[in-house]
């Protein structure tokens, strides 16, 4: 069992590898999503046969509707808070075209990411030992936030005040939403945590217009929202 989980673990590794160093060197443009769309369905089709050797079917697995719809509604209450937050601050056009191909391209680019990483996780978790489930946690939430990050963004940090500020704005956010969605699988799935995360990529996404509120304050947004609906959770759960 710890060698299969071990394969997944190599496997969400070599993933971000293979599109961080190889990728960009075999294709741009379009490519480059179709490329990574692919991958990250490879990883997710691989987690599901692992699980199904097993007799576990990863998408049912603990599924609750209950905290699938309590995550999504965590998720709604972060794009509103960071919206308000834009309204007395600033907003900013989206990176990301919006043609009708494009929206396509897109969706189907961070949902294939989702389904991997969400699966992956969700295979981990469940074979993590009882006695050991919040080391676990801690350890799976770390590893799934560096891997979140493109490598160029650790190569990038040459001036500890760059370390501090990445640190700040980036790293810890992202670690207190990894680790609501571990949680939240432990609890509800790997449906739990897709649909906490499927809310803010949907909406960063899809949404023409993006609040825009100054690093700090979007940094205690992303990092207070997540530490909050953790809590929620687990009294509700309690």
């Keep these: ?19 961080n160093l190889i990728m960009p060197r075999i294709t741009s443009g379009v490519g480059v999503y179709i490329l990574s769309i692919t991958t990250w369905l490879t990883l997710a089709l691989l987690t599901l046969k692992l699980g199904m050797r097993e007799g576990l079917n990863l998408l049912n697995w603990r599924k609750s509707d209950y905290l699938t719809l309590s995550s999504a509604i965590i998720g709604v209450i972060q794009v509103a808070i960071l919206i308000f937050a834009g309204l007395f601050t600033s907003f ?6 919006h043609t009708p191909i494009a929206i396509t391209i897109g969706v189907a680019y961070f949902t294939s990411a989702l389904v991997g990483f969400e699966l992956s996780r969700a295979y981990i978790m469940k074979n993590c030992p009882k006695r050991k489930i919040f080391t676990g946690m801690l350890l799976t939430s770390v590893f799934y936030t560096f891997t979140s990050f493109p490598l160029i963004k650790f190569l990038s940090l040459e001036r500890l005040a760059d370390v501090a500020k990445f640190l700040c704005s980036d790293f810890l956010p992202t670690f207190a939403q990894s680790l609501l969605a571990t949680y939240l699988i432990l609890l509800g799935g790997p449906t739990a945590s897709i649909a906490y995360l499927g809310v803010l990529e949907a909406f960063e996404w899809l949404s023409p217009i993006l609040p825009n509120p100054p690093w700090a304050i979007k940094a205690l947004i992303t990092t207070i929202t997540p530490t909050f609906g953790f809590l929620l959770i687990n009294e509700t759960v309690s």
Excluded at 92 to 97: L, N, Q, T, V
């Design 92 to 97: 900013g056009r989206s990176p990301y075209a």
């Design 1 to 19: 069992m710890r060698c299969k989980v071990i394969k997944v673990i190599i496997a969400v590794f070599m993933t971000y590898i293979f599109l």
